[in-house]
């Protein structure tokens, strides 16, 4: 089993709609989980840290279910703007050395 | 806002050249890190660095690979005899902490290998 793991995509929607991307990760263990972003030839960026309560930034809201081990990325009202790649993102144990495990991302692209 | 920077934005190399990539952290953080992501591929953690010392390395971190921190503020990643399969683009990241749920990597623009 991938460490994470991601469905690539690309996910195409018209603006404004809500779009939902899922990550699962292997070790139970881990401790920190984000999404990042990334464009196209750019540096990863980070968008959200995930909790377990789950969190909300504007019009991005991240859960994660660590039973399942599960990590999720809801958008709602796409911008032209929200077309990149979301990277899931893991810290895995011990966790104190920052190494962060990248997923292969899932690329989203929103129309006009 | 304070970034990390990278030089150079891209370089190329022969096969079996040596090369260093030069990275500028954000000048109060503590912890440094190098990955690396093959063009059409994931991002892969090479290296973590804390207190002039490796804190953990990857598989792809051999021995062909080296890390330094020369002085306060440069941070770099030498590779000492370049293979094909070394092309890629490198990423500098520094954070605060580590281990820190709300922690965060702030990433440079990276650097561009070709190996020819």
């Known amino acids: 089993r991938k460490e994470v793991e991601q469905d690539p995509g690309p996910f195409n929607v018209p603006e404004g709609a809500t779009v939902a991307f899922n990550c699962t990760y292997s070790n139970s263990a881990s401790q920190s989980f984000f999404w990042y972003r990334q464009d196209c030839r750019k540096e990863p960026k980070l968008l959200m840290s995930?909790?377990?309560s789950g969190n909300e930034d504007g019009r991005f809201t991240a859960q994660l279910n660590r039973a399942s081990q599960y990590i999720s990325l809801l958008i709602r009202d796409s911008k032209l703007s929200d077309s990149a790649t979301y990277l899931c993102v893991v810290n895995p144990p011990p966790g104190n050395t920052g190494k962060l495990i990248f997923g292969q991302g899932t690329t989203l692209q929103v129309k006009p | 806002e304070p970034e990390v920077t990278q030089t150079p934005s891209h370089q190329v190399t022969q096969m079996g050249q040596e090369v260093i990539l030069r990275c500028v952290p954000i000048s109060n953080h503590l912890y440094f890190y190098w990955y690396r992501q093959i063009l059409g591929q994931k991002v892969e953690f090479l290296v973590s660095f804390y207190n002039n010392e490796i804190s953990e390395k990857s598989e792809i971190f051999d021995d062909q690979f080296s890390v330094e921190r020369p002085d306060g503020s440069n941070f770099t990643l030498k590779i000492r005899s370049t293979k094909l399969e070394d092309s890629a683009m490198y990423f500098c990241a520094s954070s605060p902490l580590a281990g820190v749920d709300t922690d965060t990597q702030y990433f440079g623009p990276g650097t561009r290998l070709t190996v020819l």
């Open positions: 995930v909790y377990s």
